[in-house]
């Protein structure tokens, strides 16, 4: 159902930006729908949209945690994403859909195939049944399901997917069910495969950081690894770039900044913002896997699955998770605009400020 902010949620009143409003009344104003709205690419996503002057609804769930979207211009929808026939009243007129919601932790494969692949399948049938006036849905992949790359030779959008981890896996094959719609049904869809994403409201990037804040630096193996990143601000605009494209539907992006990265160098970045010196201790493979058998079976346990798991240590063990941007910068014109520095230097101004550091 819609949450109509005069009813259930009184602080989400609109704000009176005039920023927000185009210059002329009278042309279309794009509506966005968002799904995963309150995380922390969505909430990003959104404040993008609205900056730009889209109307912006955000699909939640009853229980979602709602503080990046308080006080903004937006319309909630709190029917999650289980019914596709509950999406009806959100999809009525809505231009662009990006579909960022997903599982990134599950207890077993049957989690991840449910968060990623049907809900997946849930929205695009959703959109098949009451988004006529759709004119793409972009939907959030991840590096995962491309697998791992070779030192110095990012993978590119054409590499034979080789996941590791049922996740990888479970990108893949909600890569196959967007395709799916787009080939028999002609549904315009877009895929984006992020890699590891950074920045303001991001708690996983984070531990990094309060580890090198404390003097501790880790580091998997003996031999440094080679990793792609994304600043969150360019990822949003890949994002949109990659709705706004006449061209795009039917194709897989890479969106990230461009640079090849060593976990050392990453460190060595971190530790000079934060002016800190650090202790780099390296952790072998086999006590990397041993931890991670112990933590993987106490995940399957309690069902919440720590981070260090099974799953993560083969993707933590590959000797380079790197990608090629050269695609989007050629067909959608995306050109990064962080450098990792750059984006390190304002993740961190930002944890400070908000006492997260």
Known sequence: ???????????????????????????????????????????????????????????????SNLQWLKGKQVELFDTGLNNPD????????????????????????????KGNVQLTRNVLE????????????????SLA?????????????????????????????????CMEYFTQQQM???????????????????????LINRGIFTMAGFTDKQISLVYITDLVSGLILAAEAPKAPGQIYFIASGEIMTWSALGSIAASLLHKR????????????????FNHLWGKISGNMPLVNLEKAKEMAQPAWTCSIEKAKTLLGFEPQFTVPRGFAQTIQWYKQHKWL
């Not at 959703?126 to 992949?141: H, M």
């Not at 697998?147 to 049922?166: F, H």
Request: with cysteine.
């Open 1 to 63: 159902m819609f949450i109509k902010p005069k009813d259930k949620i009184s602080n989400y009143l609109p704000l009176q930006h005039k920023k927000y409003i185009p210059a002329f009344m009278n042309q279309h104003i794009a509506t966005a729908l968002i799904t995963g709205a309150n995380g922390f690419v969505g909430s990003h996503l959104s404040d993008e949209l609205l900056r730009r002057g889209y109307r912006v609804r955000c699909l939640v769930r009853k229980t």
């Open 188 to 210: 315009p869809v877009t895929i984006v495969r992020p890699p590891i994403v950074y920045g303001e409201r991001d708690t996983e990037v984070l531990v990094l950081f309060k």
């Open 86 to 113: 509950a999406l009806q009243q959100a999809l009525n007129g809505a231009d662009y859909v990006y579909h960022i919601a997903g599982t990134v932790k599950a207890p077993n494969e049957a989690g991840y195939i």
């Open 278 to 293: 650090t202790v780099s201790i390296r952790i072998p493979h086999t006590l990397l896997y041993g931890v991670a058998a």
């Open 145 to 177: 399901a491309s697998g791992p790359a070779l030192p110095n030779q990012p993978v590119t959008e054409v590499t034979p997917c080789n996941p590791l981890s049922q996740y990888g896996r479970s990108k893949v094959l909600q890569e196959q069910v």
């Open 126 to 141: 959703a959109v098949s049944r009451y988004g006529q006036g759709v004119k793409n849905v972009v939907v959030t992949s």
